[in-house]
């Protein structure tokens, strides 16, 4: 674990800076890296804008158009965390070609849930370390509210550590990305209110602040409320089908809200693999998607659970 070491002060300003170059790091990154693990009040910020930004509701009201929006954005980006930024591009549990992995890392940017070389890095590290006292968000070591999210407002957990992805930085498109995170995001909110907008224009019932609100706000918070249960859940409610050094559990509530990430003590058993239903009752919309994008070419190299594994569960006894 690397030693605390006090960050120059570098004020609000470069606070600013760094929500639209999240690779500006005045006093170096080694100092961001190692800086107390604690409450950095600007980084809040933004989450306090989005998360007011659904009280908006109050004056723009709502439609059944804004509404089902919202919900087909949920789960069409929580695919892109699941799929993508965890599936892929933490673990690279199947290959794709470069121009679809640029598209891909597009789709999970609207996700905001930062670039995907930073989630990756993060990700990875969460397993070096999984509920030991280096891990970012341990609910064994920090309690449900941190590893939810108050380890995403540190300045220790906010630079991406390139050299623990370098099968990723080697390209520049996806450094851009991951450096800029929020010009995604910017552009995802503006089709937001471009849409209500041609939808009202046509005549439906709905509005482009309308659509800003449920379409970018609601669902945007609900994304990331539904992909942060599995650092503050997963390691503390469910069934442990394996005896990992971690205390990682499969829920079955989490699965549905997460589209699968919920078989978690199956994950952290084996990581490569890209179900994590291992069996047939195993709720798992992600790696049903994934196998049928694989039926176009577009992906492919899926990778299975090894007959050892299974052999493993079977030992224990343990199939729920």
Request: charged share 15%.
């Amino acid at each position: 674990m690397h030693a605390p070491q006090k960050e120059p002060k570098t004020g609000l300003g470069t606070a600013l800076i760094r929500w639209f170059d999240a690779d500006y790091h005045p006093g170096g990154v080694e100092a961001m890296l190692t800086a107390p693990n604690k409450v950095d009040w600007p980084r809040c910020i933004p989450f306090v804008v989005l998360h007011l930004g659904c009280l908006a509701v109050f004056w723009v009201g709502w439609s059944p158009a804004a509404a089902w929006t919202a919900v087909a954005l949920y789960w069409g980006r929580m695919l892109a965390v699941t799929g993508v930024l965890h599936r892929y591009f933490s673990h690279k549990t199947y290959s794709t070609s470069r121009p679809m992995q640029f598209l891909l890392a597009l789709w999970a940017a609207t996700s905001v849930q930062r670039g995907a070389l930073w989630w990756a890095y993060t990700h990875r590290h969460h397993h070096r370390h999984s509920d030991e006292p280096d891990d970012k968000h341990s609910p064994v070591q920090d309690g449900f509210w941190w590893s939810h999210i108050g380890w995403i407002t540190s300045k220790r957990n906010f630079p991406t550590d390139y050299s623990k992805v370098s099968d990723l930085a080697r390209y520049p498109e996806l450094v851009f990305l991951n450096r800029f995170d929020v010009l995604v995001p910017i552009l995802f909110g503006a089709a937001c209110y471009g849409f209500g907008a041609w939808l009202a224009s046509a005549g439906i019932e709905t509005s482009g602040a309308q659509m800003l609100v449920w379409g970018f706000f609601i669902s945007t918070t609900a994304l990331f409320h539904g992909t942060a249960c599995i650092n503050s859940m997963a390691h503390v409610w469910g069934k442990r089908r394996f005896a990992t050094p971690d205390d990682s559990r499969n829920s079955w509530i989490l699965t549905l809200i997460t589209l699968g990430e919920g078989w978690h003590n199956n994950h952290h058993r084996y990581q490569a693999t890209t179900r994590q239903g291992f069996y047939w009752w195993e709720f798992d919309p992600t790696y049903y998607f994934l196998k049928a994008l694989s039926w176009t070419g577009l992906i492919w190299g899926l990778k299975p659970v090894p007959a050892s594994v299974y052999e493993e569960a079977s030992g224990s006894g343990k199939h729920g």
